[in-house]
């Protein structure tokens, strides 16, 4: 069974930027048609999809969020890694990596991806 693990620091200042990685054990991010997503729930609020890599190395974003949000991946360490620039306090939130089903299509909602990592909270305060 997949099972993924964020990392990162839990603590960011304001205009920085946020770096999370996560691990994934049980499966390949490059092979199946699943997509490896960032997902974030701010508190008080519902979850948010970020954005994806699909097995294929392609990226996704949500609209709202492209401009400062970058996927990666590193395939020899079986990794993807979320970015995402020009950070504020409204980016607090507990942050999860995510693996979707079998899709022919970019799944864009929180509840396509049916495996998550336990999430890791991020505050960004000075």
């Known amino acids: 069974q997949v099972q993924l693990q964020e990392s990162g620091p839990g603590l960011v200042k304001p205009s920085q930027t946020l770096s999370l990685t996560c691990t994934v054990s049980g499966g390949r991010i490059a092979t199946g048609a699943y997509y490896w997503s960032w997902i974030r729930q701010p508190p008080g609020k519902e979850l948010e999809w970020m954005g994806a890599i699909a097995y294929s190395g392609s990226t996704y974003y949500s609209p709202s969020l492209k401009s400062r949000t970058s996927i990666s991946r590193d395939t020899s360490k079986n990794q993807f890694t979320l970015r995402l620039s020009s950070v504020t306090p409204e980016d607090t939130a507990v942050y999860y990596c995510?693996?979707?089903?079998?899709?022919?299509?970019?799944?864009?909602?929180?509840?396509?991806?049916?495996?998550r990592g336990q999430g890791t909270q991020v505050t960004v305060s000075s």
């Open positions: 995510a693996r979707s089903g079998w899709s022919t299509g970019v799944p864009r909602t929180p509840r396509e991806y049916n495996y």
